[in-house]
């Protein structure tokens, strides 16, 4: 009784995994399904099966094939001063406007875009304020600047203060 056997080969490291089927010529990272041309996992179980990856390449990228396509002269296309005239009107390119307004400085992003992970996002910065440069609250908000004093009268009691200190 003949028995097929089925080459089928798990390639791993320790980034990716792929499963690579040597009868059906694919691999699940699908770049040798879609190029015809075995992937680096393919190779890798083309190798351990003991063969060649050059058995495995689909057949238009053989030498053949490419004979076979040239085998026939291509002829150059005639130059500009040989085309045939027509009564046709000749085409007008059409004219490009620049738009009102300042070109926009960042590209649209779509909207499954992530951002960009290198950027540090302000949202978790503790606010300070400007008064008092004490954290949880800003110069806005601040209770320090409900005295009423305007920043000269400020600055003469803290002068003030400080001579007190000092005497």
Not at 128 to 134: A, I, M, P, R
Request: charged share 30%; hydrophobic share 25%.
């Amino acid at each position: 009784m003949y028995s097929k056997r089925c080459y089928i080969y798990e390639i791993d490291n320790e980034y990716e995994r792929h499963v690579v089927n040597l009868t059906r010529k694919c691999c699940t990272c699908r770049v040798w399904d879609l190029t015809r041309i075995p992937c680096k996992h393919g190779v890798a179980a083309i190798y351990k099966n003991l063969e060649r990856p050059e058995d495995y390449v689909h057949a238009c990228f053989r030498k053949d094939a490419y004979v076979a396509a040239y085998k026939e002269m291509i002829t150059p296309l005639p130059g500009q001063d040989e085309w045939v005239e027509t009564n046709l009107p000749t085409s007008v390119t059409p004219i490009v406007y620049k738009p009102a307004g300042r070109p926009p400085m960042k590209r649209k992003k779509d909207a499954d875009e992530p951002n960009n992970p290198y950027k540090v996002s302000r949202s978790y910065r503790p606010i300070k304020c400007g008064f008092c440069h004490q954290n949880e609250h800003n110069s806005r908000r601040c209770k320090a600047g409900i005295t009423g004093e305007i920043p000269w009268q400020r600055r003469q009691r803290l002068e003030r203060d400080k001579e007190q200190a000092a005497n």
